[in-house]
């Protein structure tokens, strides 16, 4: 028996860029598999490619060389539009700066991914209302960002990104702008969807959040160096749920 | 997206701005209404002098008196009363294509009837006068011979003539109006035949010459002020003015060399030919109107372009969450979309008003087609397109990476 096809699959991907005719490498022949319902940490200091990786693995970049496949498709070969009708569907992100649109209530942030999937709008305010649920946000729906406080912006944009049922939740530093005690409930957040099954990658510089993921990846230079599997700890797990 | 979606987004994001948004879309709106309003002056002046054209009568030539030379002084057009009775018959009876002719002099006075009272034009002529126009009774008779002959008391108003002197239910004729206290029996009324034209009471040429007009120094027995005729076909005009007017040059011995004392005129040539006139001189306000529409767009297109920049973070947000380049740029495009719309409503809306104002205070006719604005809500579509594009497309080409780092 075969295992079962991994949800994302990176086979020697590199990204390098141009700028001003020098070429910089972000990534470097990196290979890696991520399965379904595993919640990863993507670790490494700044620069270190991480936010590349990111956006390769979020469908938003492609890899100079190498493959990124998503559910056995290369996603190179598929068109532009094909690419972000994906990510409608299947990538959920999750920001460091939140990334909420100031002028649209919380209800209305939730619900813009499906405006791009053909969803009635009755529909879609059903969904975000169980998505806002979700993430106990409920009773801000027809707030605006501003009138958020930094954890509750961070929660209504967890509830954007759930909306589509998305294959995989993309955290770019969620906790990044938030002080430690609202960044541990935003990681007790993250804890309890995976124990859902939710797949979801975490990219942070904080090793403090990585352990508390059971597989870390880290990354120095462009280059993976190492991917460990951690025996969870398990009081630290019942002390978040 | 759907285009409602697009719509919906749109009419968001502009609400949040109103001022802004009010202010780029106003050089649409000027646009929009100088040309309502300019279609609506155009072809209000078109469709009143259409309405004169008809009023004339079809195929009618004009004769009118010309330049004259006492002992080498030449006069200037009009000041002598140059044609006769008798020329109106020469005319009937010696050129074959004409139908009908009749001769008139005209002044203004006041007529009365029991305690109402108007002023209008007095027109003396002869029964061939309604022929050559045309002009059908609405009630009663024309003058008949021995009235014609006799100078006999009676009048043939003119429908507002009519209106001013009899209320509603009042059968005006056999009722006795006054003249310049000359008491006169209404024996027709006419039908109407557009404004300008039914302010108007004939009596027949001898009873306006005998009992109104005929102590003016200029008028002697003979003379008429002006001879209208009618010809049989519309091919015939030119020829039947070359004949009227040698026949004229004969019977009012014009020498060889010397101009006419009188002028043959086609006034339904003439018209059209302002008529022509009008429509360009309306072409070219409407070009000059589209100037504006055009500094518009440009206007709407900086804005936007500037509103791109603005939300740059935006559009990678949105092409992150699944935003196709096709969506932003749809996005965009119905932002200057409904921009115009609104502009080009909101123009209509100003066009119309300010041709009304224009039309009571001016006094002008205005006449506010549907086909204009069509015209000027399709152009602010085009407008909207042709300027929206550029930065719809700038915003769909924004790499999501980049705009997601902007700040």
Known sequence: MTAPLPLISLRSVSRTYRTDGVAVAAVRNVSFDIAQGEIVAVMGPSGSGKSTLMNMIGLLDLPSEGEVHLEGANVAELSEDRRSSLRARSIGFVFQSYNLLARHNAIENVALPLVYGGISRKARLARAEQSLQAVGMLHRAHHFPRQLSGGEQQRVAIARALIASPLIVLADEPTGALDSRTGAEILALFAALNRTGQTIVMITHDPGIATQCRRTIRLHDGELVSDETLVPLLPKRSAVS | ?407
């Open chain 2, 1 to 407: 997206m759907t285009m409602l979606q697009g719509f919906q987004i749109a009419l968001h994001a502009l609400r949040l701005n109103p001022l802004r948004s009010f202010l780029t879309m106003l050089g649409i709106v000027i646009g929009v209404a100088s040309i309502v309003t300019v279609f609506a002056i155009g072809s209000g002046a078109q469709l009143r002098l259409q309405e004169q054209i008809r009023s004339i009568g079809a195929n009618v030539l004009m004769i009118t008196p010309g330049a004259v030379y006492q002992g080498g002084v030449r006069l200037k057009d009009g000041s002598k009363l140059t044609m006769t009775e008798s020329d109106v018959q020469a005319i009937l009876e010696q050129i074959p294509e004409i139908q009908a002719a009749a001769g008139s002099i005209a002044g203004t006075a006041q007529v009365i009837h029991e305690s109402k009272n108007w002023n209008t034009t007095i027109n003396g002529t002869t029964t061939g006068h309604f022929m050559v126009r045309d002009w059908q009774l609405a009630a009663g008779r024309y003058f008949s011979g021995t009235e014609e002959a006799g100078a006999g008391k009676v009048v043939i108003l003119g429908s507002t003539v009519a209106r001013e002197l009899f209320a509603p239910g009042d059968d005006p004729i056999g009722a006795q109006i006054r003249i310049m206290k000359v008491p006169l029996e209404v024996v027709g009324v006419l039908d109407r035949k557009g404004p300008a034209q039914d302010d108007v009471a004939f009596v027949p040429l001898s009873t306006a010459k005998l009992r109104f007009l005929g102590s003016a120094s200029n008028i002697n027995r003979d003379s008429v002020a002006y001879i209208i005729a009618k010809v049989a076909a519309d091919g015939q005009m030119a020829g039947a003015r070359s004949e009227i007017e040698s026949l004229l040059r004969q019977r009012h011995r014009v020498p060889a060399g010397q101009e006419d004392d009188f002028k043959v005129q086609d006034p339904a040539a003439a018209m059209e030919a302002q008529q022509g006139a009008i429509r360009t001189v309306a072409l070219l306000l409407v070009a000059i109107a589209s100037v504006s529409l055009l500094v518009g767009g440009i206007s709407i297109m900086n804005v936007m372009i500037v509103s791109v920049t603005e939300r740059t973070r935006e559009i990678g947000i949105r092409r992150a969450l699944g935003g196709r380049m096709r969506d932003i740029r749809l996005q965009f495009l119905c932002e200057a979309l409904v921009l115009c719309l609104l502009g080009g409503a909101i123009g209509v809306a100003g066009g119309i008003t300010l041709s009304m104002t224009v039309a009571r205070m001016a006094g002008w006719i205005t006449s506010i087609d549907g086909e204009a604005i069509g015209l000027a809500l399709v152009f602010s579509i085009a407008t909207g397109l042709i300027f929206g594009f550029y930065p719809a497309h700038k915003a769909s080409r924004l790499s999501p990476i980049e705009a997601l780092k902007t700040e």
